[in-house]
């Protein structure tokens, strides 16, 4: 299995979308809590804990942010309740989107993720409209520049990833939502240091859409994810090899 659109391997090269770092640590620190709450403050039994804390640690966040949000999630410290959500819709020109969240409060996430959506031409679905399209999958990234495939590959196949591809300049780590954080972690103990590192849905088949209308599905995305409770957007837009994007700076 190829790695997933050729925008989302420039998103993780920006920074995912140029995100702020305090709104990515935001999220992180919910996923964090979530995952403490639903398997334990131990990140050795609790195989999602142990994966957004790598998360969090790939984005250099603080050592006490982690911890403060792990006795949050476990009780020890009061927080908010937080519920998890997966809505699914469409943007212009067909292209499939999955749209994560963790919020305290239903209706205004349902609210925002809908006005989002329709003030930019797209359409919300219902639920299993599109997810029969993607698989779930830990998408661990390098830079060809600094190292090569056949390095990166001895490593990550020994200890349990699926495939590991190169194109555009990067290479992709292809894993099992399970198999991901024994992935990452052995790569980070050889030494090699990854532009990124996510648990991704991962479309099966791309649509390829012209420049112009591929930059208003980007701008949807980038909307999308400007929100508070919006963890990850996923979507099935490959975009054209000659794309560049007006918009960047």
Known sequence: M?????W???????????????QKFTKLIKEISVAAKMGGADPESNARLRTAMLKARTENMPKDNIERAIKKGSGEMDGSVF??????????????????TLTDNKNRTASDVRSTLT?????????????????????ITYDDNTYNEEQIFEVALEHGADDVTSSDGMIEVITAPTDFANVLEALQGAGFEQES?????VADLNVTLDAEKARKVLKIIDKLEELDDVQQVFSNLELPDDFEDSDEE
């Open 2 to 6: 190829s790695g997933h659109s050729k």
């Open 8 to 22: 989302a391997t420039n998103k993780h090269k920006k920074g995912l979308a140029d995100a702020k770092r305090g």
């Open 83 to 100: 519920y998890e959500l997966t809505y699914e819709g469409y943007a212009p020109g067909g292209v499939a989107l999955i749209i994560d």
């Open 119 to 139: 003030k930019s031409g797209g359409t919300l679905g219902a639920t299993g409209c599109v997810s029969y399209m993607f698989q779930t999958k830990g998408i």
């Open 197 to 201: 590192a996510e648990i991704e849905k």
